[in-house]
């Protein structure tokens, strides 16, 4: 008779779901944060947790947290909105809720610390902004719902209205997420080459040249012979060149008028 067949031996290893990346931990004076208000802090880290930004998350390169917006809501269930002073269609965020929420938010905040709120109707995120956020310590955000939040917040703690561009989401937490990526591949040590950020578009006011890689032919179309030749001289002169051409096709608001 044979012996029963085994199932075989498991294999147990660790893992870290994108949740656990974001666990309690030391706030360190020299790590730069995100902190995000939210209804939604299961959304987070999201895209973050993955990729480059989320290896970084996991090497502690940059510590990102959440304040529950619910948390700081009124009565037995816990409302965070309200009608519109003087009438109108929506809800509003109540000053009483957001205000609290900020104020455990900047409990952590040191040196340079901005707070945005994603709005429809601030100032558009640019690169530019992403570098100067790098260059913060931290970052408290709050995305927004329903019509928006109450005025006296925005004025009372100083906040600075940004957004993503000319069309209006249903939460902010997509544009803080975006925001929050391209500011943290400008840290130290978060992106495996620093010099790729030197050339990407909008580095220095131009849209990137093409990129090309093996094969050198591929459906009848060769790499640029420029960019073979191993003249580096002449391989910048055509990049430039080619920036120029396809900032001035897709974005001419982007150029100065002697270019």
Same mark, same amino acid.
């Given at each position: 008779?044979?012996?029963?067949?085994?199932?075989?031996?498991?294999?147990?290893?660790?893992?870290?779901?994108?949740?656990?990346? $974001?666990?309690?931990?030391? &706030?360190?004076?020299?790590?730069?944060?995100?902190?995000?208000?939210?209804?939604?802090?299961?959304?987070?880290?999201?895209?973050?947790?993955?990729?480059? /930004?989320?290896?970084?998350?996991?090497?502690?390169?940059?510590?990102?947290?959440?304040?529950?917006?619910?948390?700081?809501?009124?009565?037995?269930?816990?409302?965070?909105? &309200?009608?519109?002073?003087?009438? =109108?269609?929506?809800?509003?965020?109540?000053?009483?809720?957001?205000?609290?929420?900020?104020?455990?938010?900047?409990?952590?905040?040191?040196?340079?610390?901005?707070?945005?709120? $994603?709005?429809? #109707?601030?100032?558009?995120?640019?690169?530019?902004?992403?570098?100067?956020?790098?260059?913060?310590?931290?970052?408290?955000?709050?995305?927004?719902?329903?019509?928006?939040? &109450?005025?006296?917040?925005? *004025?009372?703690?100083?906040?600075?209205?940004?957004?993503?561009?000319?069309?209006?989401? /249903?939460?902010?937490?997509?544009?803080?997420?975006? $925001?929050?990526?391209?500011?943290? #591949?400008?840290?130290?040590?978060?992106?495996?080459?620093?010099?790729? /950020?030197?050339?990407?578009?909008?580095?220095?006011?131009?849209?990137?040249?093409?990129?090309?890689?093996?094969?050198?032919?591929?459906?009848?179309?060769?790499?640029?012979?420029?960019?073979?030749? =191993?003249?580096?001289? *002449?391989?910048?002169?055509?990049?430039?060149?080619?920036?120029? *051409?396809?900032?001035?096709? #897709?974005?001419? &608001?982007?150029?100065?008028?002697?270019?």
């Amino acid at each position: 008779m044979k012996p029963p067949r085994s199932h075989g031996r498991q294999s147990v290893k660790a893992s870290l779901k994108p949740r656990e990346l $974001m666990q309690a931990q030391p &706030d360190y004076s020299d790590v730069w944060q995100a902190r995000v208000i939210t209804l939604f802090p299961e959304l987070f880290p999201g895209v973050l947790g993955a990729s480059l /930004t989320g290896r970084a998350l996991q090497e502690g390169l940059w510590q990102l947290h959440t304040h529950d917006l619910r948390q700081f809501g009124i009565g037995k269930n816990r409302n965070v909105d &309200d009608t519109p002073a003087g009438g =109108g269609a929506g809800m509003v965020m109540r000053a009483d809720v957001v205000g609290p929420a900020i104020e455990a938010a900047q409990a952590h905040a040191r040196g340079r610390w901005p707070i945005l709120y $994603m709005s429809p #109707r601030g100032r558009r995120f640019e690169q530019a902004m992403a570098r100067d956020l790098a260059a913060c310590q931290g970052v408290t955000m709050l995305c927004g719902r329903f019509e928006g939040v &109450d005025e006296r917040v925005i *004025e009372h703690y100083g906040v600075t209205e940004v957004s993503l561009g000319d069309f209006v989401m /249903t939460g902010g937490e997509i544009a803080a997420q975006a $925001m929050i990526d391209a500011t943290v #591949r400008l840290l130290p040590g978060v992106l495996g080459n620093a010099e790729s /950020t030197v050339e990407e578009s909008h580095a220095n006011g131009l849209l990137e040249h093409p990129q090309y890689t093996r094969p050198a032919v591929w459906e009848g179309r060769e790499i640029p012979p420029v960019l073979m030749s =191993g003249n580096h001289g *002449e391989i910048e002169k055509w990049r430039r060149a080619q920036s120029l *051409e396809i900032t001035r096709a #897709r974005r001419p &608001d982007l150029l100065d008028d002697d270019e």
